[in-house]
């Protein structure tokens, strides 16, 4: 019952505690199928969160063996939380779990105290600025199911507003999340391209990452029929990427990358479009012709685990798009 902690002193738990929670790929699909198949074991996450809390300051990011490597984007720990709590597992301290929830998206590291002073990471403040302000826009609306749960309206009402964000950096005219320094938005723009205002992808690869208010990104985009166009649009386009070269960019259907996180949601939003067949058609073959049952059978990186979860989704015949809520 030994363990190394975020401190790097040693600690003693009665239950198990976990290493190696890489979560910006993880809290898509692979902690959503743990809190369906292995309830304990996403109860002894949570409890390894509020250990590694009380030992380093603040909820995992991208932990390793005891250290916080902050390697990727959000602070996603608050999603695996929220959707644990909202289906039922709640063997925690969940007064701590929802204080550190809030403290790892009121730090002022990551470019946060930017994000929360004008409503978006400005490109002069930070690399990858759209992306965080996609994905902090998502972890923020996590914190605000989790408040209104426990009855919280002051902390329901100041994420849900946060949650709102991700609208900051939708320019209307080319129909894309672009990068922005205070009122004007970056240019020249290609959606192709490969940039560090992006993570691991280009603007094509984080046009829907909006899963917290779907129909809300199908309203900036004009209506249903338009989203589900724009959408169609993604598979459809050229496949190169122009910009910086980007192993991880694989498994291309157009500029849908099944071989990276981002992506992984975007082949089931027809169904909130009212195009389920499209839906159908697409996963399909995703998972007929990019999963192999052999060595290198799998169209990108494994990252411990969510590339093997979404097929078992997808095999199940359902997909979690929305962590943090009961639909699937």
Known sequence: NQY???DQKIHF???NVYSVFSL????????????????KRSNDFIQTFIHQAEQGGLLPVWELSGNETNC????HSVSVIADAY?????????AKAFEAMKKSANQNELSLNAYRKYGFVPADKASESVSKTLEYAYDDWCIAQMAKALGNEKDYQNFIQRAQNYKNVFEQERGFMRARINNSWISPFNPYEVNFNYTEANAWQYLFMAPQDINGLMELMGGKEKFAAKLMDLFMAETATTGREQADITGLIGQYAHGNEPSHHMAYLFNAAGQPWKTQSLVSVIAEEMYHNNPNGLIGNEDCGQMSAWYVWTAMGMYPVTPG???Y
């Open 4 to 6: 190394r902690g975020r």
């Open 325 to 327: 809520t009961s639909n």
């Open 72 to 75: 990727m984007i959000g602070y």
């Open 13 to 15: 738990s009665n239950t």
């Open 24 to 39: 910006w790929d993880t809290y898509r699909a692979a902690h959503p199928l743990f809190t369906l198949i292995d309830q």
């Open 86 to 94: 909202l289906k039922g597992i709640r063997k925690y301290d969940v």
